[in-house]
């Protein structure tokens, strides 16, 4: 009989997320992740490298008990499980193959009660490995700790890693739920309740408008600019803090521009910050998923520059995340007792750990194209806020992916637009 453990904070956020989709929308939470290999990888070299992997990470090899959706747990991970990879032939005409087949597999939702949550399919052409495409749930693995696995298969397979030390276990979400629910850990999550409970007597009640004809709708587009990103970079060196805290700064005032439908802007809001929670060397390396939405109060006076916003949006981002491993259910409650409006909007500036490359498990934009561009897409997921912007820094070029529901097309557009003329504009005189 299995021991039931509870699921890590992480996990419990991604639980919140999902427990209530419907069947044809369960595919959601997974991420496709394309992965291309050193030339002339064999098959048994891929094989080997990926069972390394997941004789490491307990997250690879975890199974969860959600019959009662009120207690979800996880199971103590499989001892005795071995990673399964299927092989496809390749097309080597076809640049899109790989694509086609990330997302074939993304669209296959996983049953979390009675398989790992992830999935691989190795692309051959012959004996010759060209590329593996990965699937896994959120629940797996977030976007630094995919990031991790890529690097560590690459290590694998370049003979990096001595044997021993890679197959070594390595920390799971098991042992971080039990210092999350040990005494000092509950003292944490007591501070964190507290604090939400200060910000949300605080939250403004400003939303995004609603338009009839927009119900029900959900639109995404991303904005990519080098110019933007070189003016942010001018920016945050003035302010003294981080690109991302430039770009949350344009993007609040680009979305109080867009609440204020032509009346006066509004002084404050909270938006919901994506925390990683990797704050320690201990949980730094865990493959999991720790991200937690962790809502921040902005304070956006009107004369105010974008210098000015940034350092507020920095120091408004580090109470925040102090406070971003938190039991995602007591918020809920919390937030339901005080009758809290929802942030206005969130955002995540996308980090990887020091090193990683972002070609490892994104799109990068052609570098002989620098010109702003704004491309519409099909939402894979509407999982999580109503106006989410995940920014990103894509080899020297500003990537800002804008998904809101229940907002037409050219309120989307002249948000991201107004974003990257405000950037613009203040960056030339930083």
């Keep these: ?14 639980w919140h997320d999902i427990r209530d989709l419907p069947p044809a929308r369960r595919h959601e939470p997974n991420n496709a992740a394309v992965w291309t290999l050193p030339a002339d990888t064999g098959v048994r070299e891929v094989r080997s490298a990926l069972g390394t992997l997941a004789r490491r990470h307990p997250s690879l090899r975890t199974r969860y008990d959600l019959t009662d959706p009120d207690a979800p747990r996880q199971l103590p991970a499989d001892e005795t499980a071995t990673a399964v990879l299927d092989r496809a032939e390749a097309d080597p005409g076809d640049p899109g193959h790989a694509d086609a087949v990330a997302a074939e597999l993304a669209a296959r939702p996983f049953d979390l009660g009675s398989e790992h949550a992830w999935r691989a399919r190795l692309l051959t052409h012959g004996d010759t490995a060209r590329a593996l495409v990965f699937v896994k749930h959120h629940i797996v693995a977030d976007a630094w700790a995919q990031e991790l696995l890529r690097a560590q298969l690459s290590q694998a397979l370049a003979g990096a890693v001595p044997a021993p030390a890679a197959e070594a276990p390595a920390p799971g979400p098991a042992e971080l739920a039990a210092e999350q629910f040990s005494e000092a ?14 910000l949300h007597a605080d939250t403004p009640r400003t939303a995004l408008p609603h338009r009839p004809a927009d119900r029900g709708t959900a639109v995404q587009a991303t904005l990519r600019s080098a110019p933007a990103l070189s003016a942010a970079r001018a920016l945050a060196d003035r302010a003294g803090v981080s690109v991302a805290c430039v770009v949350l700064a344009a993007y609040a005032r680009s979305v109080a521009r867009l609440c204020a439908d032509g009346q006066a802007e509004p002084q404050a809001l909270t938006v919901q910050l994506m925390s ?11 493959v999991t998923s720790m991200n937690q939405w962790a809502p921040a109060l902005l304070p ?4 105010t520059n974008l210098v000015g916003l940034a350092r507020a949006a920095h120091w408004s981002s580090l109470t925040a995340f102090r406070h971003g491993m938190h039991d995602v259910t007591a918020v809920a409650r919390l937030r339901d007792r005080a009758a809290a409006p929802e942030p206005t909007c969130a955002y995540n500036f996308v980090a990887l750990p020091e090193g990683a490359s972002a070609a490892g498990a994104r799109t990068v934009p052609d570098p002989g194209d620098q010109s702003p561009s704004l491309r519409w897409e099909t939402p894979f997921t509407t999982i999580g806020p109503r106006c989410y912007a995940r920014a990103d820094d894509l080899g020297g070029v500003l990537s800002v992916r804008l998904t809101v529901r229940d907002l037409g097309r050219d309120q989307a557009a002249a948000l991201l637009w107004d974003l990257h003329a405000r950037l613009l504009a203040e960056g030339k005189t930083a």
């Design 300 to 303: 956006l006076p009107p004369a």
């Design 1 to 14: 009989m299995f021991q039931a453990i509870p699921l890590s904070l992480g996990q419990l956020s991604v």
């Design 276 to 286: 990683a929670n990797r704050f320690t060397p201990r949980w730094k390396g865990l």
């Design 185 to 198: 850990g509950l003292s944490r999550q007591a501070a964190a309740l507290r604090h939400w409970e200060r």
